[in-house]
């Protein structure tokens, strides 16, 4: 799948599954009212896994509302396809998108089936009798999150990651080929959260949906993303490849601050290095690769010319320590490594 390397591009959006034009998204407060962000253009494609970043306050809630007919845009257009959103009849809508929020709905002592059978009343109506098809794509809903196991379970015991899983079920069982969903990863495990974010991609690639997710997770978002939203402080709304926004620096200029510094070389953020304190690390494989991390989380930047405070050799059998001006020292493991580390002086 490929994407233009545009980023920081608030011009006309294509025609997407699900597009905005030339939108501004708040709320109004009595007669008040406050403008988060404005003049967005956006458009979610079939087959794209979103993700939309930005710092807290930013306003990534009040777009997936806005988007999901929650509530309305201050200016500008909503369109599924060509046709304005607020033209289109509700059940119609829902057939089109469907939204998983982080808000905890009521449930009382309903099972796991009974509410991804809730997915199925744009279809239904009040009555709620289903037929074979219902049946049909309520099963294929929770197979396709794995989630078809707990199907006679009560909602009420299910943990946090398989509540969730059975809530995009629910999502799943509409049919829509939008599916909107506001920080699903947010009470998850690291494990559960890449289980999750897998889920979700292959489904928008398998199915050809439109599934636009809001996250504070930078890494997994840049790992799992076909592309990213980055909403900024001021208001503007960046958009392209994971790739493109990191080379670009634009990623880096949202979320860095003194205390948080981009690294372009891994993807990742980190704390701000200590100049001073320089590491050659020598050496390949898993080893290597976990001592470069422990020294770097103790406070040492890695470098590769001889101007360091301190070499470590890695080998199969030990580590080779040498601080600069010093005899070299032979330590057995990782751990009694950073204990040394941290009992020297660096001053």
Not at 129 to 135: A, C, E, S, T, V
Request: hydrophobic letters at 45%.
């Amino acid at each position: 799948m490929i994407f233009e390397e545009q980023s920081g591009d608030r011009g006309q959006a294509p025609r997407g599954l699900l597009v905005a034009e030339d939108m501004s998204i708040g709320y109004r407060h009595k007669a008040e009212v406050v403008e988060v962000a404005k003049d967005l253009s956006l458009a979610l494609q079939a087959g794209e896994f979103v993700c939309l970043l930005g710092p807290n306050g930013a306003g990534k809630s009040t777009l997936i509302r806005t988007l999901s007919g929650m509530q309305q845009a201050l200016s500008g257009r909503v369109c599924l396809g060509a046709q304005d959103y607020h033209l289109i009849a509700p059940r119609e809508r829902a057939k089109q998108v469907s939204v998983v929020l982080t808000e905890t709905m009521p449930i009382g002592m309903m099972d796991v089936y009974s509410l991804v059978a809730l997915g199925r009343h744009p279809y239904s109506g009040w009555l709620g009798g289903l037929n074979r098809h219902d049946r049909e794509r309520i099963a294929w809903a929770l197979q396709a999150v794995g989630a078809d196991v707990l199907a006679e379970r009560q909602v009420s015991e299910l943990s946090d990651g398989e509540r969730q899983k059975v809530s995009i079920a629910r999502a799943l069982a509409q049919e829509a080929k939008v599916m909107l969903l506001d920080e699903p990863t947010a009470y998850l495990d690291l494990p559960r959260r890449v289980e999750l974010m897998t889920i979700l991609r292959e489904l928008a690639h398998r199915e050809q949906m439109g599934l636009l997710l809001s996250t504070h997770d930078l890494e997994l978002a840049l790992r799992f993303a076909d592309k990213l939203w980055v909403m900024t402080a001021d208001g503007q709304l960046l958009q392209g490849a994971p790739e493109v926004l990191a080379l670009s620096g634009e990623f880096a200029s949202v979320f860095a601050n003194e205390n948080l510094e981009w690294d372009a070389g891994r993807g990742l953020f980190r704390a701000p290095l200590i100049p001073c304190l320089q590491v050659l690390i020598k050496g390949d494989g898993d080893r290597a690769l976990w001592t470069r991390r422990a020294m770097e989380r103790l406070g040492f930047g890695v470098t590769a010319d001889e101007a360091f405070a301190l070499c470590i050799e890695v080998t199969a059998q030990a580590w080779l320590v040498t601080r600069a001006g010093a005899d070299t020292i032979v330590v057995g493991s990782i751990a009694e490594l950073i204990d040394w580390v941290q009992a020297e002086d660096w001053a």
